[in-house]
């Protein structure tokens, strides 16, 4: 496996030399990276279809593995448009280059605090939204509950916060564990922990369902954990 470019306390990005590992490393350090992929691409299918035009958004999309995957998951999702949006230009770069080919996806440099989101009926985010912080993140989710159709959903994995210290405390070592398990040093343990300081900021789960549900989803829930891993569909 080949290590991230950590320098420093809070120094976590996403540009540079970074898109070349990226996907190694987070199979390395993300529970359920991989199976979380396998059930959003089979979760998008029940709200795509019928003889409307329909498109989809993947908020956050890197190298454009989980895009790629969803454009040609069935009939109905290769008739969908997709949108792929990232702010690292060298991401998306990367993603175009793993979608090369593909006449339905399209992937844009832009931000997602300020992009205009088209009407849609499915939208990713996955580990994307804890990167942004509460206020920006209830701003985006009630624009992306404005774009979508009635009936459309979106799908949100992040990294959480337990209730409790003693909780996170031990869920936090068996995260270790984990990583170590997977092939990853302590001290690049320690080190990526350090350079997400100030850059990841996760909240609770009941956090997350209270802005859902502040950003107008009528339905939402939990539908993948592990550990501080939760992956969560909301409806409109």
């Given at each position: 496996m080949t290590?991230?470019?950590?320098?420093?306390?809070?120094?976590?990005v996403f540009s540079g030399d970074v898109p070349a590992v990226f996907v190694d490393h987070a199979r390395h350090s993300v529970p359920l990276y991989d199976a979380g992929h396998d059930l959003v691409c089979d979760l998008s299918t029940c709200f795509l279809g019928g003889d409307q035009p329909r498109v989809g958004?993947?908020?956050g999309s890197a190298t454009g593995q989980l895009l790629r995957r969803l454009a040609g998951h069935g009939p109905a999702?290769?008739?969908?448009h997709w949108i792929g949006v990232d702010r690292e230009a060298a991401m998306v770069e990367a993603a175009r280059e793993h979608c090369?080919?593909?006449?339905?996806?399209e992937v844009v440099a832009g931000d997602l605090t300020e992009?205009?989101?088209?009407?849609?009926d499915f939208v990713v985010a996955y580990l994307t939204m804890h990167f942004l912080p509460p206020g920006q993140r209830r701003q985006v989710l009630r624009r992306i509950c404005q774009a979508l159709r009635p009936g459309g959903a979106f799908f949100m994995f992040d990294k959480v916060l337990a209730p409790g210290a003693q909780l996170e405390d031990l869920i936090t070592t068996l995260h270790y564990r984990f990583k170590r398990n997977a092939g990853l040093s302590p001290e690049e343990i320690l080190d990526k922990k350090e350079s997400l300081l100030g850059v990841l900021r996760p909240v609770s789960t009941d956090d997350n369902l209270t802005v859902f549900e502040e950003a107008g989803f009528t339905s939402y829930g939990t539908i993948l954990k592990y550990l501080a891993f939760e992956g969560f569909i909301a409806i409109k």
């Open positions: 290590s991230l470019p950590i320098t420093s306390p809070g120094s976590w958004y993947e908020l999702n290769a008739a969908t090369a080919g593909l006449g339905n996806v992009i205009a989101f088209q009407p849609c």
